[in-house]
């Protein structure tokens, strides 16, 4: 009889491992996409503020621009927009290309 109980307490443990090993790997899944969703949805936001910042630098030299054909004459304001539209157009680049080695590897 002890014999019976041993075997059906094994019979039915051997069930509840496997779906616990099952529920285990299945939430280590979804743990490591969540990971990566999150990942993404970082870059896309300092994407996002990184096109914002790229409007504004192309306004403050379109603006600038402006002013110095208005008044015939370049001053500080244009060399300040050129270099403020650069330093962003470079800080875009770098950042896509940074994206673009992480999603090739």
Do not use: H, W
Not at 72 to 77: A, L, R
Not at 82 to 101: C, H, S, W
């Amino acid at each position: 009889m002890n014999g019976n109980i041993f075997t059906t307490l094994a019979y039915l443990g051997i069930p509840s491992a496997v779906t616990a090993l099952c529920f285990g790997l299945l939430k280590a899944r979804i743990d490591r996409r969540e990971k990566q969703q999150d990942a993404r949805e970082k870059a896309r936001e300092k994407n996002e503020v990184l096109l914002v910042r790229s409007v504004g630098a192309s306004i403050a030299l379109g603006e600038a621009a402006a002013l110095a054909l208005q008044s015939g004459k370049c001053n500080g304001e244009t060399e300040k927009a050129l270099a403020f539209a650069r330093e962003v157009r470079q800080e875009q680049k770098d950042f896509l290309t940074e994206q673009g080695i992480k999603n090739l590897y």
